[in-house]
């Protein structure tokens, strides 16, 4: 059964950081392509970074390069994202789903919150 927990979401002042995780079980991770999506209250989920499965590709939409950077360990079945000078717009509930670009299937762990309010 394919189970993702993300963590690490908090209350962050703006131009703080914060270092999500999620740990995905149920499934080879090392074989699967993987992505974070954030979704705000009443929008649709939308794509933020995807990485490869051994990690030498990443891709990130324009509002979070420079900022973010997506990264994975296949030893611990877990996959990052280091979020760097967050602004209030970042405030979202963030998720993990496997896929490059795009979900490969309709699995979606409980999200983490990331609020950056001063």
């Known amino acids: 059964q394919v189970q993702l927990v993300e963590s690490g979401g908090g209350l962050v002042q703006p131009g703080g950081s914060l270092r999500l995780s999620c740990a995905a079980f149920g499934f080879t991770f090392k074989s699967a392509a993987m992505s974070w999506y954030r979704q705000a209250s009443g929008k649709e989920r939308e794509l933020v970074a995807s990485i490869t499965t051994g990690g030498g590709a990443t891709y990130y939409v324009d509002f979070v390069k420079g900022r973010f950077t997506i990264s994975r360990d296949n030893a611990k079945n877990t996959v990052y994202l280091q979020m760097n000078s967050l602004k209030p717009d970042d405030t979202d509930v963030y998720y993990c789903?496997?896929?490059?670009?795009?979900?490969?299937?309709?699995?979606w762990g409980q999200g983490t919150q990331v609020t950056v309010s001063s």
């Open positions: 789903t496997v896929g490059y670009k795009t979900p490969l299937y309709d699995y």
